[in-house]
């Protein structure tokens, strides 16, 4: 299968998320919550259109893509859940590598907040991606979705009521 940057964001989420992407269920976020996603990638940095190249390579779709310097720039509404688009990115950065391109860096980008973080991939990384993917396809291809998770960030999720509908 292929794995893509959202199973990897979801995987460091919420295993039931994970799941529950894999096999096409999904709810609308609200329309102002799509609407300001998509305003933000046309208005955010109207000039990258030019200057900035789309990929997608072994299932994974990089929006903004820089050839020349090798820096993905990933574009982000808030900082809320940081450590699943740092997830995301690395995986980007290690498919990238994987395919040849030389130490790629990536670029977290919050216009909102005026903030961007760097983000590289360290041996570590390099060394714990497989396993990640490998819990991944192990997680979706179960026959049952996993537990519900009951933390705080379920509230944001667009998940919430289908998970805890009638608790
Ligand atoms: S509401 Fe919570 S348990 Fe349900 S999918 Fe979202 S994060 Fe997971």
């Known amino acids: 299968m292929h794995i893509t940057g959202k199973h990897i964001n979801y995987y460091h989420i919420c295993h039931r ?3 529950l992407f894999h096999h096409g269920i999904s709810f609308q976020q609200t329309h102002e919550n799509v609407a300001d996603g998509s305003l933000l990638h ?3 940095y109207p000039q990258r259109a030019a200057r900035y190249r ?3 390579i072994d299932g994974i ?3 903004f893509y820089d050839p020349q310097d090798r820096v993905i720039h990933e574009i982000k509404r808030s900082d809320k859940l940081e450590h699943a688009s740092v997830a995301q990115l690395q995986y980007y950065l290690c498919v990238l590598e994987r395919h040849g391109v030389p130490e790629p860096t990536g670029l977290l980008e919050y216009p909102k907040l005026r903030q961007t973080q760097t ?7 390099r060394a714990a991606i497989p396993q990640w993917e490998t819990d991944v396809e192990r ?3 179960a026959a049952g979705c996993p537990p519900v998770i009951n933390k705080p ?3 944001q999720c667009s ?3 289908f998970c805890y509908v009638g608790e």
């Open 42 to 44: 046309q208005t955010a």
């Open 159 to 161: 998940y919430y009521e």
């Open 54 to 56: 789309e990929i997608q």
């Open 153 to 155: 960030l379920c509230k």
């Open 17 to 19: 998320k994970l799941w």
């Open 139 to 141: 997680i979706v291809t």
């Open 61 to 63: 779709k990089i929006d």
């Open 119 to 125: 983000v590289a991939l360290t041996d570590a990384d």
